[in-house]
């Protein structure tokens, strides 16, 4: 079955305390992309990458890094969590530009 | 810069009843693409259609329908005949073809349906 799939998907921690979530698709997609999703602002971009070992910055990519190692799994670190870090997130691939975005099922995250 | 605008936040039906959801978009590139996603209480979000700028065919998918209007830079959901399953947020989304690398979508604030049996 094609999907992306992220782990975990319910995170709470505290502040400071590094943490990865990690995403995976098996679609063969060249792109790849985190978005955060909060109330009254939307769903951002955070970083994207355009295949392996190309990254780059979205919107909103400040406390955040990625990698992107291996085509499939494009990993979101946060170094350092804040509470403002605290949203929805997705992972989320594509094939080409333009083409439609598959989602991952969303990684919940509190930091405290 | 682009954005996309849905100006119902919540809308209520009784089931059954044909509801339209509406999405205006704005955008400066000749190029873009145009979707639309659900998003159920269970928070995933599920792609529902894809339309290029140079295609303004509308399209049906059994009980969905979209209206692709580019001279009003409009691109309506309808669902005929609501059902209770149907209760979710839906996002219109924008991707522009120029200068956008990371295939970035630009989404709408979403459209809270609620149909009650």
């Known amino acids: 079955e094609a999907q992306v799939t992220q782990n975990p998907r319910y995170l709470i921690t505290v502040t400071g305390k590094k943490l990865t979530v990690t995403c995976s698709q098996n679609?063969?997609?060249?792109?790849m992309s985190w978005y955060r999703q909060d109330p009254g602002l939307g769903l951002r971009q955070i970083y994207y990458?355009?295949?392996?070992?190309?990254?780059d910055k979205g919107d909103v990519p400040e406390g955040y890094k990625v990698s992107r190692k291996e085509k499939r799994n494009f990993p979101l670190i946060l170094e350092s969590p804040s509470p403002n870090q605290t949203s929805l997130y997705f992972c989320?691939?594509?094939?080409?530009?333009?083409?439609?975005?598959?989602f991952g099922p969303g990684t919940r995250l509190t930091v405290t | 810069a682009q954005k996309v605008t849905q100006a119902q936040t919540e809308i209520s039906v009784v089931e059954k009843e044909d509801v339209t959801l509406d999405c205006v978009y704005e955008?400066?590139?000749?190029?873009?693409?145009l979707f639309w996603y659900k998003q159920p209480p269970s928070g995933e979000l599920v792609f529902l259609i894809r339309?290029?700028?140079?295609?303004?065919q509308n399209e049906i998918s059994g009980r969905y329908s979209w209206n692709f209007q580019k001279s009003t830079s409009s691109f309506n959901f309808t669902i005929t005949a609501s059902q209770v399953v149907d209760s979710a947020v839906y996002f219109c989304?924008?991707?522009?073809?120029?200068?956008?690398?990371?295939?970035?979508?630009?989404f709408g604030g979403g459209t809270r349906l609620m149909v009650k049996p």
């Open positions: 989320a691939s594509t094939h080409y530009l333009g083409s439609e975005q598959y």
């Open positions: 679609m063969n997609h060249e792109y």
């Open positions: 990458s355009m295949n392996v070992e190309v990254t």
């Open positions: 955008t400066r590139d000749t190029t873009y693409y």
């Open positions: 339309r290029n700028s140079f295609d303004e």
């Open positions: 989304a924008l991707s522009e073809a120029l200068n956008n690398a990371g295939n970035m979508l630009t």
